[in-house]
T-cell receptor
Framework: DTEVTQTPKHLVMGMTNKKSLKCEQHMGHRAMYWYKQKAKKPPELMFV???????INESVPSRFSPECPNSSLLNLHLHALQPEDSALYLC?????????????FGAGTRLSVL | EDQVTQSPEALRLQEGESSSLNCSYT??????LFWYRQDPGKGPEFLFTLYSAGEEKEKERLKATLTKKESFLHITAPKPEDSATYLC????????????FGQGTTLQVKP
């Protein structure tokens, strides 16, 4: 089973709202990722957690706040977003943070910021 | 500069018309090249990983090959359900798990 589950599937929020995206995997993977994908573009890496510690932050604005409560769960807390933050947010996981490992993606959360 | 370039950007085929997608890469010390398929509004689905020049992998109508400078995804006798965007990615030399993606090839197979 290579399933990564993301909730919710769709989210609409105003610029003053606070919301969270959730991601879960039960493959025993120790690395988890957040990506942002705009229409007709490839995924862009935002954050990497390796063994529950933040290992990469790709200079993401502070209105995005990641959290890794345990090895199976990954959250992305959203606050004071801008309309240009509307996108498909993807979560992925891999065996660990080593480069040769396959990343498995979830179905994504479609976020619309009004 | 490490980068991945995919061609063509878009490809239209008739059902049964075989073709190839190209992925050219420049990266110091390849640690892995990955092919994904992505349907509209969904997450990328893993297809293949290749690690060394000369390696080949097959799955149904798809075959991926790797040289020192590029990878090909060969599609034999495609069906309409093969229509999707195909993404190629390589591991960044830092070996931190960061993937460098190409822009993708959008394939449309007409019945």
């Amino acid at each position: 089973d290579t399933e990564v589950t993301q909730t919710p599937k769709h989210l609409v929020m105003g610029m003053t709202n606070k919301k969270s995206l959730k991601c879960e995997q039960h493959m025993g993977h120790r690395a988890m990722y957040w990506y942002k994908q705009k229409a007709k573009k490839p995924p862009e890496l935002m954050f990497v957690y390796s063994y529950e510690k933040l290992s990469i932050n790709e200079s993401v604005p502070s209105r995005f706040s990641p959290e890794c409560p345990n090895s199976s769960l990954l959250n992305l807390h959203l606050h004071a977003l801008q309309p240009e933050d509307s996108a498909l947010y993807l979560c992925a996981s891999s065996q660990d943070g080593q480069g040769s490992n396959i990343q498995y993606f979830g179905a994504g959360t479609r976020l619309s910021v009004l | 500069e490490d980068q991945v370039t995919q061609s063509p950007e878009a490809l239209r085929l008739q059902e049964g018309e075989s073709s190839s997608l190209n992925c050219s890469y420049t990266v110091s010390g390849l640690r892995g090249l990955f092919w994904y398929r992505q349907d509209p509004g969904k997450g990328p689905e893993f297809l293949f990983t290749l690690y060394s020049a000369g390696e080949e992998k097959e799955k149904e109508r798809l075959k991926a090959t790797l040289t020192k400078k590029e990878s090909f995804l060969h599609i034999t006798a495609p069906k309409p359900e093969d229509s999707a965007t195909y993404l190629c990615a390589v591991q960044a030399p830092s070996n931190t798990g960061k993937l460098i993606f190409g822009q993708g090839t959008t394939l449309q197979v007409k019945p």
